[in-house]
T-cell receptor
Framework: AQSVTQLDSQVPVFEEAPVELRCNYS??????LFWYVQYPNQGLQLLLK??????LVKGINGFEAEFNKSQTSFHLRKPSVHISDTAEYFC??????????????FGQGTTLQVKP | GAVVSQHPSRVICKSGTSVKIECRSL??????MFWYRQFPKKSLMLMAT?????????EQGVEKDKFLINHASLTLSTLTVTSAHPEDSSFYIC??????????FGEGSRLTVL
């Protein structure tokens, strides 16, 4: 079984400042890791994913995340945020290889509030 | 990119009525679709896995007689909330799995039960 913990429920930050949204996971098997963004009253949009290979993953909208197996973390970062980045961000995990059923386990979400 | 459409995007109904929400994969075939429920300020909770041509697999604690799922074709899955009550009010999101294994999410359907 897998679980995901997003350590911060809300992250306020000023425009053009850097931001890090933290995510830790727990799993007895290897996993795939994802970050999704959700704007108000909308579905989910994939920001980036880690499947294998390089532990630094670059996604859309200038976001990147680093997979750290020893710390079981997959923190999301952006060097300079914009007002338009204000949204809910979800970290998610799914099983790897034959354990990948397509089911995603989501973290609790982090609200990123970008202030002018 | 691949698109998943949900309909309706918003629905308001009276308590005791049933509501059907559709999830369609518009440009790919999806043998597997997933239904999630999202409470306000909360994460997404997986309700069930919908497999084309077979019965849905429900997560623990989800009432299968309450939330009926039908996956009649490779591009359509439906979620019917039967005898809806105010506590069923929520944001329901589906995702569809392409043959590559990639998942695509719908825009969500907000159900309000009066």
């Amino acid at each position: 079984a897998q679980s995901v913990t997003q350590l911060d429920s809300q992250v306020p930050v000023f425009e053009e400042a850097p931001v890090e949204l933290r995510c830790n996971y727990s799993s007895s098997v290897s996993v795939y890791l994802f970050w999704y963004v959700q704007y108000p009253n909308q579905g989910l949009q994939l920001l980036l994913k880690y499947l294998s290979g390089s532990t630094l993953v670059k996604g859309i909208n200038g976001f990147e995340a680093e997979f750290n197996k020893s710390q079981t973390s997959f923190h999301l970062r952006k060097p300079s945020v914009h007002i338009s980045d204000t949204a809910e961000y979800f970290c998610a995990v799914s099983g790897y290889g034959s354990s990948n059923t397509g089911k995603l386990i989501f973290g609790q979400g982090t609200t990123l509030q970008v202030k002018p | 990119g691949a698109v998943v459409s949900q309909h309706p995007s918003r629905v308001i109904c009276k308590s005791g009525t049933s509501v059907k929400i559709e999830c369609r994969s518009l440009d790919f075939q999806a043998t597997t679709m997933f239904w999630y429920r999202q409470f306000p300020k909360k994460s997404l909770m997986l309700m069930a896995t919908s497999n084309e041509g077979s019965k849905a697999t429900y997560e623990q604690g989800v009432e299968k007689d309450k939330f009926l799922i039908n996956h009649a074709s490779l591009t359509l899955s439906t979620l019917t909330v039967t005898s809806a009550h105010p506590e069923d009010s929520s944001f329901y999101i589906c995702s569809a799995r392409a043959h590559t294994g990639e998942l695509f999410f719908g825009e969500g359907s907000r159900l309000t039960v009066l």
